[in-house]
Structure formats: C-alpha cells, structure tokens
C-alpha cells in the first residue's frame, strides 16, 4: 500500500527539483538580456541610481539617438541581404556536396570529405588579410559577392558535416522508392533529402545566420567605403563612442542583437519538431 | 515550383550585386579614412564648406576602432588601395615602412612653397612628429611626410572640488612625488579613487614611465638605453620602475586601474569618482560631453628629482598622409592646406575641444585646454627621438609595469626581464 | 555510362570545391608559407628566415605560451563547467516533462548573441567601478559580504570570470546536440531495463552513458576548437591582455600582425596554433574509438 505513495512522492519530488534547476538555468539565460533592454530604456544619470528591473520611465528615444547616432539605417539592410544570400548559398551548395559525400559514390570522395573536416579544425586567424590580397587579385574586393563568397566559406565544412551526418542515417528506402519513380539523383536530392532534412537545416540556417550576422572584422577590411558596410561595423564605431554611455549603448547592442534573435525564435520549432520526431532516427 | 523561382530571385539578387560597376566621377573628389569618432561630424561640416567654396567633393569615412582601422590600412597598402588621405597609426618604424613601400606623398615640397609658408603655419613640435631628420636611422631621406590635424599633451588632471572635500587647496597640485604619494591615504579614507587612466590600453603605462625616466635620468640616458649602450637594469631605470611600485603602495591609484581602458577612466574622472586622472588633452572634450559641471585643472606629472625637468609626451595629435599613387594627389594637398589653415582650426578647436596645430589659431579655449596647451614647453614624443626600441622590449616593459603595480613582481625582477629581453634582440643584430 | 554518372556526381560537390578551394586553401597556404618569412606588413619585400620564427615561439616567446594556459585553463572550464551542465540540461529536458520546449527555447539564447553583445552587457552586470555591480551586490544581500570581488580587475578572478561567462555563452551548444543524441536513444532500451529491476542510475550508467559516448566526444571536440579561439569576449569583458592574465592565443598573434609589426611571426604563430588544436582533436577522437567495440 505504500510502495506507489513512495514512488509517486518520490517522482514528485524530484520532478520538481529538476524543474527548479531548468527554471533557474532559464533565468541566468534571460537575465542578461532582460538587463540589456532594460538598461537601454533608463537614462545616464538613473542607470546606476535606480537597479530595479523596471524602469520608472520608458525612454523609448534611446533607440532612435542609437540608430541616428549609429547610422545604422543602410548598415541594418545591407547585414540583413548578406545573410540571406549567404544562408541560402550555404544551404543549397552544402547540402549538395554532403549528399554526395553521403549516398554517391566517386573516386576521391572520402579524401574530399577528410579535407573538409581537416578544414574545421585549423583556424586560419588573420586569415582576412590573405582574403583581401585574394579577393583584390579577382577583381571581387570592394563587392558584395565577394564577401559574400568568403562568408560561404566560413560556414562550409560545418554544414556538410552536420548534413552528412543527417543524409547517412536517412532510410534508404524512400531514396529507392523515388529512383524507382525515374528520379534524377538531383531530384532525389531535391524532393526527398533536403525536405527530410528539415531539422538539420535549420540548425545550418540559425548557425550560418549567426556567422554572417555578427562578423564584422572581414567586412571592414575589404570593403572600400561604407556603402557596403554590415551592421557590426556600424555597431563597433558606435561602441567605441559610446562604450561608457551605458543607455546608448545597450540600446545599440539590443539592434542589433534582436533579428539574430527573432531569426532563432522562428527556426527553433523546426529544429525541435525534427529532434522530438523519432521516425527518422528510427 | 515556387521554390524554384525564389533560387530564380536570389541568382538575379547575386547577379545584381555583383555588378557593381565603376561609377564615372566627373569632378574630382578626395576620400579620407578616419578613425576619429569624436571628430566625424566636425569633419563633415568642414568636408560641406569646402565643397561650396571649391566645388571638391571631400568624402571623410570614419572606420573604428582604431586597431581595426590600423589593419585596414595595412590590409590596402598590400592590396594598393589606400584611400588619398589616411593616418597611420603605429610607430614610426612603420611610417618608415610605408614610406619605403611608396605609399606616402613626400610633402616637403608643398611645405616649403612661399618662403616655407605652410610649414612655418605649425607647432614645430607638431610636425617633428611627421618629419624625418637628416641622418635619422630609418633609412628615410629627410623631409615632412605627414600633416598634423591637431596637437595634444599627455598630462594629469585633478578634480577642483574633490581636493577642497580633502582639505588640499584646489588651486596647489602636488609637484613632487612626495606630495603626491601623501594624498594617496586620505584618498582611501574618504572612499574615493585615485589616479585613474587606460592603463589596460599599456601604451599610456609607456607613457608615464617615459616621463618619469626622463625626469629621473634626463633625455640622453634614455635614448642611450634604447640605443643599448646603457641597461635596463640601471639604478635610474629600478628608480623609474620603484615610482610604480610607491604609488601602488601609497594607495594613491584607483582599483583595478590595470583593466581600465580610456574611456572608463574619462568615465569615472567626469563622475568625480577618481580624484586625479592621467590623460591627453582629448579629455577635455570628453569630460565636457559627460559633465560639463565638473571643475577640474591640468598639471604636470609630480617629479621625482629636479635635477632633470619633467617631461611629457606631446607633439601631433592626429596626422593625415597623402596617398603617393593617389589620382587625386594636389587636390588632397589642397584640401590639407585648407583643413590646417587658421581658421578651420579654430573651428576644430572649438567644435571639438581639441588643441589647433596651426599656432596662429588662438581662438578661445577653454582655460583648461590653454593649460594642456601650456604644457607643450614640456613636451617630447617617442616619434621624434630617431631611435626605436624593440617592440618586444617595449611590451615586457610595460607588462612588468601592470605586474608591479597589481603588486606580482617588484622592480628589480622587472628590470631583470626587460633586460634580458633587450640583450636576445640586441643579439639578433636588428638595427631599426 | 560510367563516366557520365561519375561526372553527375562531381557536379554535386564541385561548388563546395571550389568555394573551398579559393577561399580556404589558397589563403593557407600564403599564411602558411608566411611563417618562414620575416614581414612587416607593410613593405613589399619579405626575407626569408626559415624556421626561425618557430624556434623562436617555442623556445623564447614566454608570451604566446601564457596565452596558451589561459585559453587551455578556459577550454578546462569549459569541458566540464559547461558541459556536464549541458548534459544535465539535456537529460532533464528528455524526459517527459512539461515546458520542455520552452526551456529548449531559451537555452539556445546566449549562443545566439555575438560575443561583443555578450561581453559587453556580463561587463555591465558585474564590474565594480563603473558598472552595475549585480553579483557583488546580490551576495552583500545574501550574506556573503566577504566573497565580494572585483571579479574583472582582481587578477586571481579575471581568468576565471571570463570563463564563466564563455560558459555561458557556450553550453547551449552542446545542450542542443546532447538533447539530439539522447533523443535518438531508443526507449525500449529503457523499458527493458525497468523491466530487469534496474533502477535509474543503473539504467544511466549502462545504456544512456556508452550510447552517447560519441555525441560526447563530438561535443568536447567541438568545445575545444571553440574555446580556444575566444578572443572577442575577452577585449569587450577585461579590455585587454591585463598584463598577460587575460591573453589568448588569438590576441598575441593580432598584437604580433600590428603592434609589432611583424606578419610573418604572427602567421607563424597561427601554423602553430593550428597544428596544437589538430592535435589535440585527434587525440580525443583516438580516445574515444579505443573504447569503442568495433
């Protein structure tokens, strides 16, 4: 008669404590943020004066004296078109070459894939100097394609890896099934993988989006004037005016942190739904 | 289906995007690359004006930080793509660089049109900084390189009201380091701070203790040193490195000065937190934008001996250089001669607090200003000696520093380091 | 035929390839090349000197070595810090709980942000002197008056601050592939043991521990490259080297291409740092496949 009254109790005290350590795990996450934009809302002179988490006064007008202040107009729509272009570069060209790395086989393949992940694990830092003598060499400097070239770059070896990973544990036989329907392997590849791969790719796109979204020292260094210029280059001179105007800055700092942000908050369900779902791991 | 037509958008988007063509410039224009994020907007003013009086298009484009402008510049020197007017900002072995590469406008000629009319318009002391000697051991053929936009000093400064709240008289500094030390217990009791600066950024560290060996030991000693003919691990030189290690037992510098970077020093200097602050004459522009109220004054670090007089760091705050491979070469000169003329200096100095480097611009400053001004008599800079020590050596002595004064080594170990140090360059046979 | 479906299958890779090509290869292979030379930067001249720069950065830079220890002690830190707190996150999380998909929401938040952001905001939070001074006052509240620190300008604790708040940023990362691995445990397996009388610490150390070995792995390979690359973070937390406390590999090598103006130690520098982490990659992914039955 006691042993469920033992085992329920037991289960509900320790559901509760895990749910005690998520919740204040969570916290910690938000925390800052929730500092970020509240810091951003009070003035100067109230900031150290006043630390409740809610400010007396919504100072609303930081935001624009920190888009004015900042020029962040042009920068804002210039980082956006990178990282759309770029994300969806990476997206169709690596899950192209790991579905082949994958399912196709061709002389050279293991070798090519071993350079890849070679490629992941040494860090060229200074790198953007070499890019820029390359990309001046190309004609492709002071231009949008070939930063965004070099951004594709970057996020390469990750994302085959993390669609490779994917394509190699996909059933095979909805493949068979699609070549037997007189599929092209570009079709397979297009009407059956990528769809399948729903969640590993918005893993891709949420990583790529992040790379291109807050790179900013690339940027700097091959463009020629400001026209082209991402949003963290902007960020970088205004934090470098106003690094001790607290407001201001936080204001800046939530700009450009929140579409990065919003980005996530969108993929994330897609990146969940396939995680949650067991059918495909099997 | 309807994917396809959206890849279909985003080849078009690439397509064009990437056809960024040449724009045909009908009117010559000069670009300038900038790092002054305090002087951007003055400069667009100024950049207007000269357009209405000239018809010169003049394109100011500020890129920040300045270790990030730094490498952008390096990055298009490589790539031979420097913008018509640029600074450099680095030491003077790499402006021999870029001369030595052809990437600078040799502007003697310029300077010495008209009797040497445009050269004479400067502080000497401003465009020694841009200036190489004849018989200077870079290797450069003497001559003016460069054109200072502005002068500064590195001194201290003291808050007024703070000193009356300690019982000192606000208008009597303390001149010797004795003095200065003493306040350093008061300091603590009243729970205020002390001496703030950037000393997480180690070249005002540099700064500070060059003006103390130059106090201590004199002009020629210290280039003696660097040329390697004296060591570090002199009497004079433990005597420089023994100031640090007082003022940290005095208690007269602020917590965690070692981390700070300048602009949190500025910050806690305008909210007379710190009562002492160890900065360049930029700070009075600062200070006014985050508290005009404060009352404060300008004085010379507190010396060590009087044998020698006390030296500060001074010279060309900022400098422009012309891009020799420039397109645009006499209009950027043009428009330099213009920007360095008297009045546009004066609404320099006005518009931005900084000091004019034409020395016929005595508009009205601000008596502090006029007093960092003042301090110009003092003034030396490591740009002019026409030696260079080793960058390594530089940094082993600067860290030895921070670590004195966090309390981890004592001067003689750090005379020690930076010797050894100096001895393996030296031994390299690098002769800058 | 043959060669016609070889050709259709190079197709696939080839504009990995090339990308790849142009923009990783060739720049390696400069900045490799570039260690063997002495270079400012600036001049267009460069003098060969061979392996001298390497001689130099092992047996004389005591510098590049310091940094070395630091991003090591952080990566540390970071191996288990953040880690075992992923990987408790991730098996609370697998459970059949409520809010999972919440707390799956939120985790992921601090990797998002760049490291600026993050930097700058945990500067905010915690400095002393010009900041808002939460931990300090927070354990003030509590109690703990004496444990109050300037945790960014004490040299004892600005090492370790940094690592914490990169713990931060970083273990939503391994969350996330922790929660993917332990996902695609069957539950059966579990069913199973219940079944056999195991309890949940038996069933943990048996089936879910082994199973998930290579996610491990994966994650601590992850963690390391990562780790060690961090330098962002540490200019907008500390602002600098502070005296060498602070230094990371990253930063030397950028203090060697501007401050010293000297390009080609730097890439050496970088040849280094590259070869050290493909070492030690390897060793853990070596590590890893001892154990494993094959």
Redo the contacts between chains.
């Keep these: 008669m006691f042993k469920p009254f033992y085992y329920k109790s037991k289960k509900i005290i320790l559901n509760s404590l895990i749910h005690i350590f998520l919740i204040s795990v969570a916290i910690t996450c938000i925390y800052p943020l929730l500092w970020m934009v509240v810091a951003s809302l009070k003035t100067q002179d109230t900031i150290f004066k006043d630390i409740s988490l809610i400010p007396h006064q919504f100072h609303l007008e930081n935001y624009l004296l920190a888009w004015k202040a900042g020029g962040f107009g042009g920068h804002f729509l210039n980082s956006v078109i990178y990282t759309v272009a770029v994300v969806f570069a990476i997206v169709i060209i690596s899950s192209l070459a790991a579905y082949a790395f994958s399912r196709l086989r061709f002389k050279g393949s293991k070798l090519l894939f071993m350079m890849f992940m070679a490629a992941m694990m040494i860090p060229i830092p200074g790198s953007f100097v070499a890019l820029y003598m390359l990309l001046n060499k190309l004609h492709l400097r002071d231009t949008p394609i070939g930063y965004i070239l070099c951004m594709v770059n970057v996020g390469l070896s990750v994302s085959i890896f993390l669609f490779k990973t994917f394509f190699d544990k996909m059933p095979q036989e909805l493949e068979d099934a699609a070549r037997i329907d007189g599929c092209s392997k570009f079709g397979i590849w297009w009407h059956v993988a990528l769809p399948l791969a729903k969640p590993v790719l918005a893993v891709v796109v949420v990583f790529n989006a992040l790379n291109v979204w807050n790179e900013y020292i690339l940027a700097l260094i091959i463009f020629d004037s400001r026209r082209y210029m991402p949003l963290q280059v902007a960020l970088q001179a205004f934090q470098g005016e106003f690094v001790t105007n607290y407001p201001l800055l936080m204001a800046g700092l939530t700009i450009t942190a929140l579409p990065i942000i919003v980005v996530y908050l969108l993929m994330q369900k897609y990146i969940v739904k396939g995680v949650a779902s067991q059918e495909v791991f099997g | 289906m309807f994917f396809r037509y959206v ?1 279909l958008g ?1 080849f078009v ?2 397509s064009a ?2 056809c ?1 063509g040449q724009k045909v410039v009908s009117k010559p224009s000069v ?1 300038i690359w900038h790092w002054m ?2 002087r951007d907007a003055a400069f667009q003013e100024l950049a207007k004006k000269y357009e209405t009086l000239t018809g010169v298009k003049v ?1 100011f ?8 402008y ?3 510049i ?6 031979t ?1 420097l ?1 018509d007017v640029f600074g450099i900002l ?2 003077k ?2 402006f021999a ?2 001369i ?2 052809d ?1 600078i406008l040799d502007l003697t000629p310029y300077m010495e049109v008209n009797n040497a009319a445009w050269k004479n318009s400067f502080f000497p002391k401003a465009l020694a900084v841009n200036e190489f000697t004849v018989g200077n051991s870079y290797g450069i053929s003497s001559g003016v390189y460069g054109v200072p936009v502005d002068i500064l000093t590195i001194q201290m400064v003291y808050n007024k009201k703070l000193f009356s709240q300690l019982g000192l008289d606000p208008n009597q500094p303390p001149k010797t380091l004795d003095e200065f030390l003493q306040i350093g217990p008061k300091i603590q009791a009243a729970g205020l ?1 002390g001496l703030v600066s950037g000393w ?3 070249w005002m560290i540099d700064c500070l203790a060059n003006d103390y060996a130059f106090n201590i030991m004199g002009k020629d000693k210290v280039l003696a040193t660097i040329k390697g003919e004296i060591a570090y691990t002199d009497p004079d030189w433990i005597k420089v490195f023994t100031v640090f290690k007082q003022m940290q037992e005095s208690g007269i510098l ?3 000065l ?4 300048n ?2 020093a ?3 200097f305008a909210n007379e ?1 710190a009562v002492f602050a160890f900065n360049g004459s930029w700070c009075v522009n600062v200070y006014q934008g ?1 508290n005009p109220s404060l009352e404060y004054a300008a004085m010379l670090p507190p010396q060590v001996s009087d044998k020698y007089p006390m030296s500060i760091w001074g010279g060309a705050g900022s400098s422009f250089m012309v891009n020799a491979r420039s397109k645009n070469k006499d209009e950027a000169v043009k428009f330099l001669i213009w920007l360095t003329d008297q009045d546009q200096q004066a609404y320099l100095s006005k518009a931005t607090n900084n000091l004019p480097a034409n020395k016929n611009s005595l508009a009205k400053i601000p008596e502090v200003l006029a007093q960092f001004a003042r301090g110009m008599d003092y003034a030396t800079h490591p740009n002019v000696w026409g030696v260079s020590e080793f ?2 050596v530089i ?1 082993a002595f600067d ?1 030895g520093i ?2 004195i004064v ?1 309390g ?1 080594k004592t001067p003689g170990e750090v005379a020690a380091e930076v010797q050894e140090i100096k001895d ?1 360059e030296l031994a390299k046979k690098r002769v800058k | 035929m043959k060669l016609k479906e070889n050709l259709e299958n190079y197709v696939f890779v080839l504009p990995a390839v090339t990308i790849f090509f142009v923009f990783y290869i060739i720049p390696f292979i400069w900045v490799f090349q570039l260690g063997l030379f002495e270079w400012d930067g600036i001049s267009f001249t460069k003098v060969f000197v061979g392996l001298q720069n390497f001689k130099e950065i092992f047996l004389q830079d005591k510098n590049w070595w310091q940094s070395v220890r630091n991003a090591g002690y952080i990566t540390l830190i970071a191996l288990t810090l953040q880690n075992i707190l992923a990987f408790m996150l991730a098996w609370a999380c697998d459970r059949q709980i409520r809010m999972k998909n919440f707390y799956r929401m939120i985790f992921f938040i601090p990797p998002v942000l760049s490291e600026v952001v993050v930097g700058m905001v945990w500067r905010f939070i915690i400095n002393d002197i010009e900041g808002a001074n939460v931990i300090n006052r927070a354990l003030v509240q509590l109690g703990f008056s004496n444990l109050a620190h300037n945790w960014l300008s004490d040299l004892k604790t600005a090492l370790t601050t940094v690592a914490v708040v990169h713990c931060w940023k970083g273990f939503g990362w391994g969350f996330l592939i922790f929660l993917a691995g332990l996902q695609t445990i069957p539950r059966e397996l579990y069913e199973a043991a219940r079944i056999d009388g195991a309890n949940s610490w038996q069933a943990f150390k048996k089936i879910t521990v082994p199973l998930m070995v290579p996610v491990i792995v994966l994650v601590a390979i992850l963690t390391v490259l990562g780790t060690m690359q961090v330098f962002a973070l540490i200019t907008s937390l500390v602002g600098g080297e502070f005296a060498g406390h602070t230094s990371v590999p990253v930063l030397r090598i950028f203090y060697s291409m501007l401050r010293s103006s000297r390009f080609g130690y730097a890439c050496a520098q970088g040849v280094t740092f590259g070869m050290m982490l493909i070492i030690i990659s390897f060793i853990q992914y070596r590590f890893s496949k001892k154990d494993q039955p094959r």
Excluded: W
């Excluded at chain 2, 484009?61 to 990030?68: G, M």
């Design positions: 890849l985003i988007l690439f995007l990437g960024s670009t994020t305090d394109n484009e500020l890129y920040a930080p300045s270790d990030a730094a490498q952008k390096r990055a298009a020197a490589q790539g793509n913008p680095g030491e072995r790499d660089a870029f030595k590469a990437h701070q997480g950024e180690v602020a917590k965690g070692v981390t700070m970077i602009k949190s500025e910050q806690l937190k985050m960058s390594t940094e860290r921070q670590s966090i981890e393996r």
